[in-house]
């Protein structure tokens, strides 16, 4: 049977960005022999046979084989399948170090950031938007390609996130100050 999480999870967080696998290594296992899931499905005779018979055949568990059957035959599509096993790599992968950042906000529409001793400038009509386009320039030139976690602390309280988390599963998460937390 297919494993759920890795267990080398170790930042806070990182199972849940990982929390994917398990599906996307399902539906790779059948889109590499869609002739024999089409086979399967036809001989079954409802949908408890077919996810039986669709996990015996591809070592799935029940969980696993109904979210295949759950999805669309858009998904044996050439791109798609690229695409699949695209992001099953990256959640299979080992990530490396987080990268920690410090955001350097100036008021609600200009923020920077240094990264390998590179200042970036981000401008932007409004706060979130700014934290938006900090985080998806992060994901795109360090996470992803990097399989590196980056951790950015906004300096920012209140209704705001003071830390946001972008994972190389192309996950972003905004960390929030709570009342117990200022205590």
């Given at each position: ?6 267990d ?11 929390q ?39 070592a ?22 690229s ?8 959640l299979s ?19 920077a ?6 200042a ?13 386009q ?25 209704d ?24």
């Open positions: 049977m297919l494993q759920s999480v890795p080398t999870a170790t930042l806070p967080g990182e199972a849940a960005a990982r994917a696998l398990p599906w996307l290594t399902a539906l790779s296992a059948v889109a590499a022999d869609p002739e024999r899931l089409v086979r399967l499905v036809q001989g079954a005779q409802d949908r408890d046979d077919a996810v039986r018979a669709v996990g015996s055949a591809f799935l568990t029940p969980e696993q084989a109904g979210v295949v059957l759950d999805n669309q035959f858009g998904m044996l599509v050439g791109s798609q399948r695409a699949l096993a695209e992001e099953l790599e990256v992968a080992p990530w490396g170090e987080p990268l920690e950042l410090a955001l350097d906000v100036h008021g609600r529409r200009s923020a950031v240094t990264v390998d001793g590179t970036h400038s981000f401008r932007a009509t409004g706060l979130q938007s700014l934290l938006d900090v985080a998806q320039f992060l994901l795109q030139t360090v996470a992803a390609p990097q399989l590196r976690p980056v951790l950015v602390s906004t300096g920012l309280s209140g705001w996130p003071r830390l946001v988390r972008i994972w190389p599963s192309r996950i972003v998460e905004y960390e929030y100050e709570y009342e117990d937390d200022a205590s």
